[in-house]
Each structure stands twice: as C-alpha cells, then as structure tokens.
C-alpha cells in the first residue's frame, strides 16, 4: 500500500485504512528521560588511633582538622530492628519485592514488542478494520481531517498515529515489563553522583551541640564546637561528654560544674579516672554514638529475613542486657570473633563513662593488651600487682558464704529443679561467722582450709576467742559445726578438698586478707572500671573453673546490689565451661532489670550438665551457633528456636497417555526426540510448619567464619535467627 495514498486510497483490502494527504511522516522518538541522582554516600567512621593516648593528663595529639569526626557524627543513624548496624542504615522493605529472571525479563519484554508490532501492522493494513479512526473524524472539524492543505492534514493523521503507537506500546511496555528493564540495566547507566549534602542548620546540627544551647550552655556548647572543627575531639569524648550531660539533665550534677568543666577542658572534659580518652588501637568498628560493636554482615541468604540481608549485625547494651550464649569448637571464631569485640566496646564505654566490665580468661588467650584495662589481675603470676577478694568485698558472713559455696560446689549440686547449695553456704557460715566476729576479717585459704578440716588447734583457738569476748550466738554456729564434722553426708569434707584447690604453693601470694595486699573486687561495679582477669590455665585447671564460678557468683551478686544502676556492667567470661550451675541459671534473667549483662562462651553444650542446657538457652536473650557445631548442640539450638510457617511446593510429574493415534505418533515421536516419556507438570502449594534452623543445618550448612544468631533486647524485641559472616 502506497503510504502517501488519501483518506479514500484503493487497496486490496476490505476495508482501507484511512492515509493522510502529503508526505508520510515519522513518529518522533520517545524522549529517554535522566536517571535519577543516586543516593549520598555514607561516611566513613573516624579512622582508627594508632597511637596511644598521650600522657597522664589525657593531652590527644591534635589532628589535621575535624571532617572525619564531623562526617561521622553527622552520619544518620535510624531506627531499626535489633541486631541492625545503625551507622549509615538504609532501611529495606520487610517484604522481598518480586525479582523476575533475566531470562524470562527479556524474552517476555521481546514478546511484548513483537506482539505490539503485530496489532500496529494489523490496524495500519486494515485487517481490524477502520473503527480505531472514527475518534479523530468525531472530535475534530472536517476542515483539518480532509482538507486540501498536504502538510496540515499529514500533521493531524500522523499526530493520531502517534497516539495510538503511544497507547499501544504502553500497553504492552506493561505487560513485558519494560519498566523493570529500565530500572535494572538503563537509568543507572544515566546516574550521576549526588551533589554533597549541605551541612544541617545549627538548630539540627549535633557538631552545634543544641541540646546544650537550650539549656543555656552557650559557652560549652562553643568551645565543644571548636574543638570538634579543629579536629581535637574524637568519638569517644563526644560520648563522655554527652553521658555527662544526661547526668546533669537527670539532677545528679550541677549545670554549673558542668559547663565550667567543659569550658576549661574542652573535649578533655569529664575525663575517666584513668585519663585515657581512647584505646591504643581498635580491632573491631565501633559506633559510639549508638554504643554499637560491628560483628559482621548478616548474609544475603533465603533464609534470613529480607530486612537483614546484608546489613551490619552491630551489638550493643541493649542486647547485652539480656546476656548471650556463643557455642562453637575451638577456632570457630568466639574469642577473636565475639568475645574480643564486645569487651573492646565495652571498655571504649567505661572509658565514656557509661559501662563497666569484666573480662576473665585464661592468661594469652587474646583478650587484648594490658593497657586497655584499668586493673589487670594475674592469679598465680608473681608480678601481678593486683590480688583477687575471695570473698566480693561483703563484710556479711552469709552473703559471702553463699558466694563462695557457689564457687567451690555450685557445680556438685543437683542440677534438676529445686536443687540448691543452702547445706554448703551453713557450712561456711558456721565458720566464717565466728572467723569475722573475732578476728573483723575473714579467714585465709589456708586459715579456712584447717577450719574445714576440723584441725582441733585452729578450732580451739576460735572458741577460746569467742568464749573471752562472749560471742554466745558465735559460739553456737561453731558447736553446730564441730557436731557435723565426720558424720555421714557432710558437705565440709567436700568444701575441704575444693579449697585445697586454692591452697597451692602458686597461689601463697594471693587471696590475702590480712590488708597487706591491694585486692580487687566486684563491688567497684559502681565506677567505670575496666577489668581483665588472667585463670592459671597450665596445672591448675580445676582452680581456674572454681576462680571463673567465683567471678560470676560474686558478678551477679554485686550487679544487683548496685545502687546506681546507670552504668551498664558486663561479665565477659572467655570459657564458661564447668560454671553452669543451677544457681547460675537462676539469677541470670534477674541481671536484665539490673542493667546488666553476661557473655558466655562454651566449646560445645556437654560442658554444661544436660538438665540445665535448655534453662541456659532459655535464660539468655542471645544465642550464637558457630560453624562446626555438633548435631546433637544443634538439635538443642533448633528446639529453642522453634518452627515457623513457610509456604512449600510439590511439584508433581504426570505421565501423559495418549488415546488417539496422532497423539499417540506425536507422543513416540517426542520420546524419539527427548529421551522422556510426555509428562504434565502438577504444582501444589500447601503451608507447613518446619525448623527455622534443623540440627542438621546448623551441623553442615554454616559455612567457616560464619554464626547463626537470634537476639533479643531489654525491651523484649527480638530477631530471628540470622545467619552471620563474622570476618566481614
């Protein structure tokens, strides 16, 4: 057909489709719209020190300038679900949005074209008929349509055609999915970087400190500010100084103080008591704003949800409150992977005056230098300068009995419910009771040893003490115990032989009482403290297990005892085998309303005694399986996990028979062709309720360097369990 032929242009066809007068004209190409600007990149955090802080008075050598520290702090952090590294988080739909194949993304955009083509060609060769014009003849004067004017009336034809391609095409764009293309493989071709962001205004600006302008702070927020430009305040001060200032808001300091303190000192102000503003060096991402500790990158994985995938897993107090478990073998990654982070976090927030922690593990286990730590006690090592208070600091004879039979038998108790150590905690009582009341101290490991043993010198020596100074009800807690000695079933002679553990040649030089030593003890939980504690692994082994329950019994006897519970504090315990008891696992959902928390790691479940595993699972807000996990560990893990809903389908091959002879030469004809018989294709979607993470999973599926975790906040949020790449 000509395609300069007129409105009433012969042609073989039924019915002609009505042609412009005038040259054919094209249809204009659809303009390619600009990418959209992409996103603002994210900040880096502040560059790690290298380089201790300076002398005594806490003097940071100045840096070049403040854009590191500037960028950081201005770096959004949004809420998000826990477990989420905040720093810089870009939230992700809940649900996953449908991502067609590459595949089947082009073939069905290619179809689309050919079949909008072929209902173009079919209405332009008038197979459809000339129905698709009568708009244009109804709505427009006859004058334009048919006119004599060649350029005129090819304006008004092709301008319609147009219209109909565009519609046409927009239709079928639809149905193939050309939107879908030009988002994944077009418009980021066309992406430009984002402009920079304009700083905030000063009322929004956190670098501006507006929380102390408001309270009318003008000069400390100034001199805040300065430093912070001039590069002299690092991520550290910023929180001291802010932990400073909710103290202030909260009435337990003076406005006044505060802001002459920080006008004189600057970012200085507010200092630890040790003077040191940060760590020498950092081992893991540390995010002081959020209190958060990177421990990895949640995997892009089917199995975690679509939210996480591929985010930070950053930890912090609020999870922390609720304790966590890790298990895995030995080189799995606990101590270098979780345990490492998490004190180095917690030490950072010690140093912000916010936290207090301590650290036990054996000696060179990893658990960072020395001069990360504020007190460093090495039991058993000549040249430690501190000692250990075998008794937490109580001046109470039962409080300090009950702590220390934990310690030496906690782990002989029945493990099944309604199983206490009340016999050992009278035991020693009835011994250091009448110790303390005569003597205003407690006794030695060796004093307590003869005692426990019923040594007939050391016991007449306490009765005539207490005879003199007429300590009757003393002297009835010693004769209840010289009665017991030697009948069946006394717990003494036990007690005996755990203390005896103690009473070695290595250890003569500690656990002193007689004051001529500088003990450390748990009741300095109301400061800031940082505290590593070296366990005499080599020989003494036993010793160190009773030393490691001894710390957490004395650990959540003074959390809880605390009368200031702002701070937060935290038990690291490197090696938690052999502390599980039933005591432990009673007290430790009780450290949650303390504002208190502690890290257990254990090399596989066996080493807590089988009736208290799933009440350990249950006590803790947050569980890690790491890679190399037994099947029997992880059947324990799946259990507490539980099931979840998930939408399965069967797929279903059918064989087709054939009842016709052409059915039946086609079907022969594709067996020849294929190898396999015709088959239909029966698709069942059903809801079944399965493992989050089965035994056998988490046995074989975790890959190297890699945790399942679930967590769970102070506020009773929680996370399901999320597969974790701890070495990225």
Not at 490 to 503: E, F, N, S
């Amino acid at each position: 057909m000509d395609s300069e032929g007129t409105h009433d242009a012969r042609g073989t066809h039924a019915t002609p489709v009505p042609r412009p007068a005038g040259p054919s004209g094209s249809a204009g190409q659809r303009g390619v719209p600009s990418g959209h600007a992409g996103s603002a990149g994210v900040p880096v955090t502040p560059p790690r020190p290298v380089r201790a802080p300076g002398t005594a008075s806490g003097e940071v050598p100045p840096q070049p300038d403040g854009s590191s520290f500037l960028s950081w702090l201005r770096t959004p952090r949004p809420g998000a679900q826990p477990g989420v590294w905040r720093f810089g988080h870009v939230p992700r739909p809940e649900q996953e949005p449908e991502v067609t194949p590459v595949r089947q993304l082009f073939s069905g955009a290619l179809i689309a074209l050919l079949v909008g083509w072929l209902i173009w060609s079919l209405l332009w060769n008038g197979y459809l008929g000339g129905w698709w014009v009568l708009p244009l003849e109804l709505f427009l004067p006859d004058e334009w349509v048919y006119s004599d004017d060649r350029v005129g009336n090819a304006v008004v034809w092709y301008s319609y055609y147009t219209l109909i391609v565009l519609a046409i095409m927009t239709g079928v764009g639809k149905l193939g999915r050309w939107d879908e293309i030009w988002r994944r493989y077009v418009a980021p071709r066309f992406r430009r970087p984002a402009p920079l962001q304009a700083p905030p205004t000063p009322a929004e600006d956190p670098a501006q400190w507006p929380q102390l302008r408001e309270a009318g702070a003008d000069a400390a927020a100034e001199r805040l500010a300065a430093d912070a430009r001039a590069g002299l305040m690092r991520d550290v001060d910023h929180a001291r100084i802010t932990r400073a200032w909710r103290s202030v808001r909260a009435g337990r300091n003076s406005l006044s103080a505060f802001s002459e303190s920080v006008v004189r000192d600057g970012a200085a102000a507010c200092a630890h008591p040790s003077g040191d503003r940060d760590l020498p060096a950092r081992a893991a991402r540390h995010d002081l704003a959020t209190a958060q500790v990177r421990l990895g990158t949640t995997v892009d994985d089917p199995r975690n949800p679509y939210a996480y995938r591929g985010t930070g897993l950053g930890v912090g107090p609020e999870l922390l409150g609720t304790s966590l478990l890790a298990v895995g073998p030995a080189g799995s990654g606990k101590t270098s992977g979780v345990v490492w982070p998490v004190a180095e976090s917690l030490c950072l927030g010690a140093l912000a005056g916010r936290a207090a922690v301590v650290v036990v593990g054996a000696a060179g286990a990893g658990l960072g230098p020395a001069d990360d730590y504020d007190v460093v006690v090495r039991i058993g090592h000549p040249d430690s300068v501190y000692d250990l208070d075998l008794y937490g600091g109580t001046n109470d004879p039962d409080e300090a009995a009950a702590v220390l039979a934990e310690a030496l038998v906690g782990d002989l108790v029945d493990p099944h419910p309604g199983a206490d150590s009340r016999r050992s905690t009278t035991v020693l009582a009835q011994l250091l009771g009448p110790y303390h009341a005569v003597h205003r101290r407690f006794p030695s490991v060796p004093e307590l040893r003869a005692l426990l043993d019923g040594a007939p010198g050391p016991l007449g020596a306490l009765r005539t003490a207490l005879q003199e100074s007429g300590q009757e009800a003393m002297l009835r807690e010693l004769d209840a115990r010289e009665r017991q000695l030697g009948h069946p079933g006394d717990p003494g002679a036990v007690i005996a032989d755990r203390i005896a553990l103690l009473d070695r040649p290595a250890f003569a030089s500690f656990f002193d009482t007689s004051g001529q030593s500088t003990p450390f003890s748990l009741r300095a939980l109301d400061h800031p403290v940082r505290v590593r504690v070296d366990l005499p692994e080599r020989g003494h082994a036993d010793a160190s297990r009773i030393l490691a329950r001894l710390m957490l019994a004395q650990f959540m006897a003074s959390a809880a005892a605390r009368e200031d519970r702002s701070l937060f504090a935290c038990l690291v315990l490197d090696d938690a085998t052999g502390t599980v008891t039933p005591e432990s696992v009673r007290r430790l959902q009780r450290l949650r309303s303390a504002n208190a928390g502690v890290v257990l790691t254990l090399r596989t479940l066996d080493d807590a005694p089988r009736p208290l595993r799933t009440p350990l699972l249950g006590s803790v807000g947050c569980r890690m399986a790491l890679s190399g996990l037994t099947p029997w560990d992880g059947q324990d893990f799946a259990e507490v996990w539980g099931k979840e809903w998930i939408e399965a389908r069967d797929v279903t091959d059918r064989q087709i028979i054939a009842e016709t002879p052409l059915g039946k030469t086609v079907h022969m004809l594709r067996r020849v062709i294929t190898g396999n018989a015709p088959t239909a294709r029966a698709v069942t979607v059903r809801q079944v309720e399965r493992e989050r993470w089965s035994a056998s999973e988490l046995a074989h599926a975790v890959p190297a360097g890699h945790a399942v975790l679930s967590l769970t906040d102070v506020r009773g949020e929680h996370a399901p369990p999320l597969l974790v790449d701890l070495r990225s």
